[in-house]
Nanobody, 115 residues
Framework: QVQLVESGGGLVQAGGSLGLSCAAS????????MGWYRQAPGKPRELVAIVTISGRTNYADSVKDRFTISRDNAKNMVFLQMNNLKPEDTAVYYCNLRQAYTNYWGQGTQVTVSS
């Protein structure tokens, strides 16, 4: 099993910045992808950003040029720096680790952006 523990998040005004961190532990293999997803009330969970073991990244169009995902392979951690936040970024953010065709999820952390 894999455990994911998120930290960060909170309340920020529009235009502000927040950072999220996620630490993975447990049965982690050498090759895995990590990423962030989010879910707003009444909406399905959606991809925010992912980063592969080699460092290749992919972002949702809505966060490009505002969010930056990074990872520390030695510590099995993934980070999300969120700048120029907008009210529509308000959601519960979930850390994700994918290996061997299996998805693991963190418990989620709330990000609220006030207008």
């Amino acid at each position: 099993q894999v455990q994911l523990v998120e930290s960060g998040g909170g309340l920020v005004q529009a235009g502000g910045s927040l950072g999220l961190s996620c630490a993975a532990s447990g049965s982690i293999r050498s090759i895995y992808d990590m990423g962030w997803y989010r879910q707003a009330p009444g909406k399905p969970r959606e991809l925010v950003a992912i980063v592969t073991i080699s460092g290749r990244t992919n972002y949702a169009d809505s966060v490009k040029d505002r969010f930056t995902i990074s990872r520390d392979n030695a510590k099995n951690m993934v980070f999300l720096q969120m700048n120029n936040l907008k009210p529509e970024d308000t959601a519960v953010y979930y850390c994700n680790l994918r290996q061997a065709y299996t998805n693991y999820w963190g418990q989620g952390t709330q990000v609220t952006v006030s207008s």
